[in-house]
């Protein structure tokens, strides 16, 4: 099952993730199947998530399931609200 998580990246205590879709089972910075977007934590302005939206609804139409940090951050951003419309449909 493919799982919509995040990857730590950066330093200690500078922490930088990536959305990604990967194997449910896989270690938390393994291979991925793909790089979603971004997320960084530190910074308070807009350029704090960077998403690909169309990749992103094509993989929760197909059955990834999102985490519930992901989601949280998706539903900020306003793609979650698009998933949902397009699942009524």
């Known amino acids: ?3 919509l998580r995040l990857t730590r990246l950066g330093r200690k ?3 930088f993730y990536r959305i990604v879709a990967m194997e449910a089972l ?3 910075d393994g291979k991925a199947v793909a790089y ?7 910074v308070e302005d807009d350029k704090q998530v960077v998403l690909k939206e ?3 609804l ?3 139409s197909n059955g990834a ?3 519930e940090t992901v989601k949280s951050i998706l539903t900020k951003a306003g793609v979650w ?3 949902q419309e397009t699942k009524k449909k």
């Open 1 to 3: 099952m493919l799982k």
């Open 13 to 15: 205590k500078v922490p």
């Open 26 to 28: 896989s270690r938390r």
């Open 36 to 42: 979603l977007g971004t997320f960084n934590p530190l």
């Open 54 to 56: 169309d990749e992103i």
């Open 58 to 60: 094509k993989y929760l």
């Open 65 to 67: 399931q999102p985490t």
């Open 81 to 83: 609200a698009k998933f």
